[in-house]
């Protein structure tokens, strides 16, 4: 048992001495400042998209807003045009059918 600690200990020893070398140092600072930069750029990207994505959102629902009033608009004209001419309203509803339909065979 005293060999594999004596051989254990030689170990740890040799480790210590790899991480203390310049070369070592040189290169755990190296990768250290290469996640640093690399962590900055990814914080600086998410940033943006997370704006990107807010203005994105307030734009469609605003577009939304939009056309949800603009519809209610042409609902309102279109009912109030039929109740003032019911009769244009009924062959303007016909003649749709008919060209519907024809569409709709092909032939």
Known sequence: ????????????????????????????????????AVAEKAAVAE????????????TLAHK??????QLQLSYSKTREFAVQNPLAAAGIAFAAGVLLTALLRGK
Do not use: G, Y
């Not at 940033?47 to 307030?58: H, I, P, V």
């Open 64 to 69: 939304q807003e939009e056309i949800t009033q």
């Open 47 to 58: 940033d943006t998209l997370r704006k990107t994505a807010a203005s994105s959102q307030e």
């Open 1 to 36: 048992m005293a060999t594999s600690q004596s051989a254990t200990e030689q170990a740890t020893s040799k480790s210590n001495s790899a991480l203390n070398s310049p070369i070592t140092e040189k290169a755990i600072e190296a990768a250290h400042h290469a996640v640093d």
